[in-house]
């Protein structure tokens, strides 16, 4: 009974092991084709955000304050008057000043009259050469009295010009340090406000000097050529990119002791006055271009238990295989694989929880447009 009923339990369990094998797809994964091209080499460095112009606002004559003339914050042009001390004082300064100047005129007068004089009878034979000569010397000084209290009238005009106390720059006035009734002393190390200059501003950002030689062995050895034109960018808080493109200034000629670094300054347009100074910053800056450079989007790279990079390459039969890689700078979402692919190298960059190496895969392309639509967080491997 049992040997008969066998054929019929084999006849039944052959159609389930074929529904089994017609279950098994293959998973689809998005991948990308390596394909070398040229890519600007782009460093990020830190760096601080600075005015163009700084001045700090100190009074040139002594005196009490008797008017605050702007708000603490605006936006104040070169002349613009900040504060006004009690002019009487220099008024009364200008009134001498040119009542002296008067007096001295009139000696000038006097003595031109005198030399004249003196010069007509000497010429006569009338009067002795010393006459002359002390009559000549009484008119030159009196005109160098007159230039003398000319001088003291400008000092005594300069000094109440000074009691006015203006914007030396363009910029954003900062608080007033002073108040109304406040003594203030001529040439006084307290400033009574600063103007900060904001647009456009300076970017100081630093790069360790190691880098620099390696840079500089890239050019060097042709790995690297240099761009065109140095492009240099803002990355503010929070990923976003500043609008505007900078232009680089300087790099330093000598390095921090302490440091080991080198300052380099770039200037941006601030006409929004979305740079403020002391605001850090992300600086990117393009220092060369890699003419035949291999990357991959960033979430292709894993790492594996070591700490390692590696990459799932898809071979020509289908199948996934891991490769092992080296990876140098990450920049713009992808990075840059300096050893372990070449060119035409399959690479899956979406699709991970799909399939593991050895598994058969069907491949689709991948582009950025995608990942940001696919709003799913993928699980990476490690």
Known sequence: MLAALSPMLAGCNEPSAASAAASVVEPDVSVVVVQPRPRAVVRELPGRIAPTRVAEVRPRVSGIIVERLFH???????????????????????????????????ALDQATQHANRIATLYREKATPEAKNEEAIAS?????????????????????????????PIDGIVGAAHVSEGALVVQNDSTS????????????DFTQSVTEMHQLRRAFDTGELVAPPAINVRLELDGGELYPLHGKLLFSEAKVDAQTGKVTMRAEFPNSRQQLLPGMYVRVQIEQGIDSDSIAVPEQAIQRNAGGGSEVFVVAGDGKVTIQPVKTGAL???????????????????EGFQKFTPGDKVRTQSWTEADASADMIPRTRRR
């Not at 008119?139 to 203006?166: E, F, G, P």
């Not at 920049?331 to 960059?349: N, S």
């Open 72 to 106: 603490q914050g605006s936006e104040v042009k070169a002349g613009d008057p900040l504060y006004r001390i009690d002019p009487r004082p220099f008024e009364v300064e200008v009134q001498s000043a040119e009542a002296a100047l008067a007096r001295a005129k009139a």
């Open 139 to 167: 008119l030159r000084q009196a005109q160098a009295d007159v230039a003398a209290r000319s001088a003291d009238l400008a000092r005594a005009k300069l000094n109440l010009d000074y009691a006015t106390i203006r914007a």
């Open 192 to 203: 009574l406000a600063t103007i900060q200059q904001i647009d456009p501003v300076y970017a």
């Open 331 to 349: 920049q713009g979402g992808a990075w840059f694989v300096t050893d372990g692919l070449k060119a035409g190298d399959t690479v899956v960059v």
